[in-house]
């Protein structure tokens, strides 16, 4: 898919290097990135290579793209227990307008000590 950014878009610049980011998998389609106001340690964002606002300016085709590469944070992290959390809309709580993923781990008791 070509690539289209949104200049005012904080995340466009992210993925273009504008901002400086935690990167942590990117590839031809996505880019996945620590959050930089963390729920817990771990928690990253995943976000398509092109400005989309929300899950409904994202074709079909394309969705099934995201969970492999949350599955894949998530097995890096080593944490079994975690969250996947989509805000579509402001009164949904979606503060930045580009489609994202968060992924957020919920260690146990253990993996916190570990
Ligand atoms: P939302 O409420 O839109 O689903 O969540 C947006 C997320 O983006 C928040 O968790 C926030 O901490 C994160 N965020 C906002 N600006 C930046 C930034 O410049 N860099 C990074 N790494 N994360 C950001
Ligand atoms: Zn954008």
Do not use: W
Request: aromatic share 10%; glycine share 4%.
């Amino acid at each position: 898919m070509e690539a289209k950014f949104l200049d005012s878009c904080i995340f466009c610049k992210i993925i273009r290097g504008d901002i400086p980011s935690f990167k942590l998998i990117e590839t031809e389609l996505l880019y996945s990135f620590l959050d930089i106001n963390p729920l817990s340690y771990g928690h990253c964002l995943i976000i398509p290579k092109y400005h989309a606002e929300k899950l409904d300016d994202v074709p079909d085709e394309y969705l099934h793209n995201f969970l492999p590469v949350a599955k894949k944070l998530v097995k890096a992290l080593g944490c079994s227990d975690y969250n996947i959390l989509q805000n579509n809309g402001k009164v949904a709580h979606q503060i930045v307008p580009h489609l994202h993923f968060h992924v957020i781990p919920k260690p146990s008791a253990s993996e916190q000590e570990g």
